[in-house]
Each structure stands twice: as C-alpha cells, then as structure tokens.
C-alpha cells in the first residue's frame, strides 16, 4: 500500500473489520510503523503530518497489547499473526481522521 492518507483511512478500516481485512492487525501495524518512519526525518504536508500521531500510536499500542497479554516466552516463540487488537480501537483512531 502506498503510503498516503487514503491509504492509512484503508488500512485503520480494515484494522476495525478484521473478518474482510487481507492483512493482519500485526502486518497493519507494521505498516503503520513504515509509514511514520519514511516521515521520520522529512517535512510532510500538513496532511501527512496529521496521520503521523496516530499512526505511531497504532504500532506502539500493537506492542504493548502484547506485552501485556503474553508472556516473555510467548512474545519471544508466537508470530502473533492470528492476534487481534480490540476493534473499538481501530474505530477510534478513525474517527481522530474524520
């Protein structure tokens, strides 16, 4: 997926409807990480800048949902790909777009 705000609205929808979603909550978040690190050290429009927030809160909650809900072995043996974050969450980083 390019890495546009359209893009971000998919990827979040398809964050809060994981049953219709072609990626995993795991493979949005990382995505979501790629997104915020090809802005890291750039000026983006205003447009961009405004995902950015979110987008890192996405990756960062994606890694603590984890590491509160697993165990040291688990995070180190699980690929975690099945896991699924709560969809309310999703549905709220979207609405913070609208």
């Known amino acids: 997926m390019p890495f546009t705000r359209a893009s971000a609205v998919r990827m979040l929808t398809w964050g809060a409807n994981p049953d219709s979603?072609?990626?995993?909550?795991k493979q949005i978040a990382e995505w979501c990480d790629r997104f915020w690190c090809k802005y890291l050290e750039v000026?983006?429009?205003?447009?961009?800048?405004?995902l950015l927030?979110?987008?890192t809160h996405v990756e960062t909650?994606?890694?603590?949902?984890l590491v509160n809900t697993y165990s040291i072995e688990a995070?180190?043996?699980?690929?975690?790909?099945?896991?699924?974050?709560?969809?309310?969450?999703?549905?709220?980083?979207?609405?913070?777009?609208?």
């Open 21 to 25: 979603s072609p990626y995993s909550h």
């Open 43 to 50: 000026d983006a429009d205003a447009e961009i800048e405004n």
């Open 53 to 55: 927030p979110i987008l």
């Open 61 to 65: 909650q994606w890694d603590l949902y």
């Open 75 to 98: 995070l180190q043996t699980q690929d975690f790909e099945q896991e699924q974050m709560p969809k309310e969450w999703f549905n709220e980083w979207l609405s913070q777009l609208a």
